[in-house]
Every structure is written in structure tokens, then in C-alpha cells.
């Protein structure tokens, strides 16, 4: 193993891998933290998935020591901690709690915090996090049931988590290449800043970035991040050169949608999934909770469906405050998720094999409830989505778990037409 990374979600995992397979390394993604004898194969590159975003802080630091401490123990020369491209995190949020567990973990003096994802259109310029024209602060990030993103300051924001000094290495220094981006970490570490946020703009500027990061134990950021790393490795003699190609044999069997996001990108892909002519079911967390709208009530519907079902329970921000209001924030997400991970294995048992998640919540719950432990990339639908295929079932399923604020408008259609 070369490269282990830690992700806060299951669909962070899934755009990450595919990142780092497309780059040429033979990657292996993990679902939680695995045992410190697990066998990775002949992985270099392997993505630990923790569901470790929105839950206390100190829990969540403690699932990733133990998770890269198992990466260490299997030989990771270097180690990713990886976030959404959103910085999905609160002020009372785990990405600082984290990153300054993992810096004392592996003594290193210094990281980089850097979640631009081009591919995707966030960008950083000046610190402050862009997704496509918006600062993330006017995006539909601000309305984030779980991760409310109102500061698009990310120096700001990652202090405010953190007692260690954060700094920032801006455009100007960036542009100028790997050279200039060197003498801003060293300045930066001489002024006593354990943490730099670092402006990128495009996947030239994360190359860049990237080659100057070779000697560090530790990176953070997003999945664009990991676009300059196999090359420090190739440049080692310890990579070939990327092979080309991602290609999966899906299994047989029955297709479902299951949506649990509540972001714009995936409203709007319900809504063209609609006008398609796919037939849907929504779930309100309300009514699951009455007893009004249960796993059987959903399974019969399904049997009269013609094509692919969607269920889903996105609803526009007012509605799922007043989910919220009426059952708490974190019940009305946990009951959803429930109920999406039982009705998954209830598919499974009925014959579906090919399952398409929306949100990371709503994967990492499916995932855990149908004991998918591991998992091999296949083909890129959109920027950060592949398909993948479970590893170590006798039954393997096909599974392309998709961030809330990942893929086009018909990402629910044309994502199928990947599967042969």
C-alpha cells in the first residue's frame, strides 16, 4: 500500500477512489473502520469510508485514528483525510478535530486544508470556498438540513474547530507554481500555522499543489486533492503509468433508486427523473414515524411498477424544517435512513442487484444495513460518480452511491446505460 485515506462519508469514498483509480493506482475502497489484520490484497491506494460527518466530534476523531492507524499497520506511506468539496461542517463541526488528531497521530507539523473539486465547480480563491459562481455562503448549501454552510471563509471556519493556527496560501503564490506553493509552506510553518487552506482554481493548480505535498504524512481536502498524488508516487518508481479503463460486469438483476438527500442537484434530478416517466414513491419521515407509510406499503407498490422505482425523500428546505420541528433534527434523518436501509435489504431478498443512492447519509446507511464490506471502482458516470461493485459477497450488487450536490439532471436516467 502507498496511499490510505479516511473519508467523513461513503459517496466522499466512491468520487475519491475513482479519482485515485483513474490517476493509475490499484484501489480498494473500505466500508468502516476495518480490523488492523484486514486484508486489503494488492491495493495501493485504500479509501476507508466512515459515516463520521455529523456525528459528535470526539467520536468521530476516534474513528479516524483507528481507521488510519490500520492503514499505517498495512504499510500507507502517506495519508488523505478526505471531506466534502462543500466543507460540509458546522463551527461545532469534526473536519478541525479531526485534521488535529491526525497531525498528532502522525507528528507531522504541518497539513493542507484544500476541498476545491474544479471537476465539479468549487473553487477557492481567497479562502473563500465558490461552488460555481456563488460563495458557498449564497449556494444551497446555507440551507443543509445536517451542515448548514453559512461562512464561505474557510480560514474562518476551520478556526473557529481547531486551537492550532490556521493560514492561507492564496492564488497569487498558487499560479506562480510548486516552487512558490514550497516557500509558502515553509513560511507558513515558520510563523507557527499547523493548518493551510489553499487556493485552487483549477486541476492544474491541484497538480501543483499536489507535487509540493509529496513529503507530507498528511493531506486534507477533497477528492480533487488527490489528482497530483500517484504522480509523486510514479515519480518514485513505485507507480506505473495509469492503464486506462474502470470497467465492471454488473451482476444480474432488478434496479431501484433510493434518494435521501435533501440538496438542489438531487431535487432537481428527481424532478427530471419524473418527467422521464420514471414512477415514483416519497417518503415523509412524518408519516413513517405515524405508521402511515411503512416497508410493506412501499414493497407492494413496487409490484406494479413498469421500469425503474424511485423512492425518495428530498424535500424542499421549509418542508424539512418542518420534519425537523415536528420530530427533532437528528430523529427525522435517522428514521429515513432506517427505513431505506430495511427496505434495501428487503429488495435484496426480492431480487434487486443494482441500487443507486442518493446523499451520503442515505448511502452510508444503505451500505451498513446490506453489509457491503468493500467495494472495486468501475466507470465514471458524472465528475466524483462511479459505479462500484461489492467485494466478497456471494451475490455481488452493483452500487453507485452519489453525493447530495453531485451529477447533472438526468444522472437517474443515464446512469443505467454504464451497466451492461
Known amino acids: 500500500m502507498l496511499l490510505g485515506a479516511v473519508a467523513d462519508d ?12 483513474r490517476e493509475g493506482m490499484r484501489t480498494v475502497q473500505v466500508v468502516g473502520v476495518p480490523d488492523r489484520d484486514f486484508d486489503f490484497g494488492n491495493a495501493q491506494a485504500v479509501v476507508v469510508a466512515l459515516k463520521s460527518r455529523t456525528i459528535p466530534a470526539n467520536e468521530a476523531v476516534q474513528q479516524s485514528r483507528r481507521a488510519v492507524e490500520a492503514l499505517l499497520a ?28 491526525l497531525l498528532d497521530l502522525l507528528r507531522e507539523p504541518l497539513t493542507i486544508a484544500c476541498p476545491a473539486f474544479p ?12 461552488v460555481g459562481d456563488q460563495l458557498l455562503s449564497d449556494s444551497p448549501m446555507k440551507d443543509h438540513p445536517l451542515t448548514p454552510m453559512r461562512d464561505a471563509n474557510l480560514v474562518r471556519v476551520l ?23 514550497a516557500w509558502a509552506f515553509k513560511d507558513a510553518l515558520a510563523r507557527g500555522e499547523r493548518m493551510l487552506v489553499v487556493d485552487a482554481i483549477t486541476d492544474d493548480d491541484l497538480r501543483e499543489i499536489g507535487s509540493v505535498a509529496a513529503g507530507m504524512k498528511l493531506i486534507t481536502g477533497g477528492s480533487g486533492i488527490a489528482i497530483g498524488l500517484p504522480e509523486n508516487f510514479r515519480k ?46 416519497k417518503i415523509d419521515p412524518v408519516d413513517v414515524n405515524s405508521g402511515e407509510i411503512s416497508v410493506e406499503g412501499v414493497l407492494a407498490w413496487m409490484k406494479g411498477v413498469h421500469g425503474i422505482p424511485l423512492i425518495y425523500s428530498s424535500a424542499e428546505p421549509d418542508a424539512v424544517r418542518n420534519e425537523q420541528a415536528m420530530l ?10 432506517h427505513f431505506l436501509g430495511e427496505l434495501a435489504v428487503r429488495l435484496r431478498g426480492e431480487g434487486y442487484r443494482r441500487f443507486l443512492v442518493a446523499g451520503g447519509e442515505t448511502s452510508g ?34 452500487l453507485a452511491l452519489k453525493s447530495g450536490n453531485f451529477g447533472a ?4 436516467i443515464r446512469a443505467w446505460d454504464l451497466l451492461r
Open 10 to 21: 461513503l459517496t466522499g469514498v466512491t468520487d475519491l477512489s475513482l479519482m485515485l483509480a
Open 74 to 101: 498495512a504499510g500507507a506511506e502517506q495519508i488523505v483525510f478526505k471531506y466534502c468539496s462543500t466543507f460540509d461542517s458546522t463551527s461545532q463541526g469534526n473536519i478541525g478535530p479531526v485534521a488535529e488528531a
Open 119 to 130: 471537476a465539479n465547480k468549487r473553487t477557492i480563491y481567497k479562502g473563500h470556498l465558490f
Open 159 to 181: 478556526q473557529a474547530q481547531t486551537g492550532l493556527p490556521v493560514g492561507l496560501v492564496e492564488y497569487d503564490v498558487v499560479r506562480q507554481g510548486a516552487a512558490a506553493i
Open 236 to 281: 518514485a518508481g513505485k507507480l506505473q503509468a495509469p492503464e486506462g479503463g474502470t470497467a465492471l460486469v454488473a451482476p444480474d438483476g432488478k434496479a431501484v433508486i433510493l434518494a435521501g438527500s435533501c440538496s438542489t442537484a438531487t431535487r432537481r434530478q428527481i424532478e427530471a427523473a419524473q418527467e422521464a416517466g420514471l414512477q415514483s414513491f
Open 328 to 337: 427533532g433534527r437528528e430523529r427525522a434523518g435517522a428514521i429515513i435512513e
Open 365 to 398: 446507511a444503505v451500505v451498513a444495513a446490506l453489509g457491503v464490506k468493500a467495494m472495486r471502482i468501475g466507470p465514471e458516470i458524472d465528475p466524483g460518480v462511479p459505479w462500484t461493485l461489492s467485494l466478497g459477497d456471494a451475490e455481488p450488487l452493483a
Open 409 to 412: 439532471d438526468d444522472f437517474f
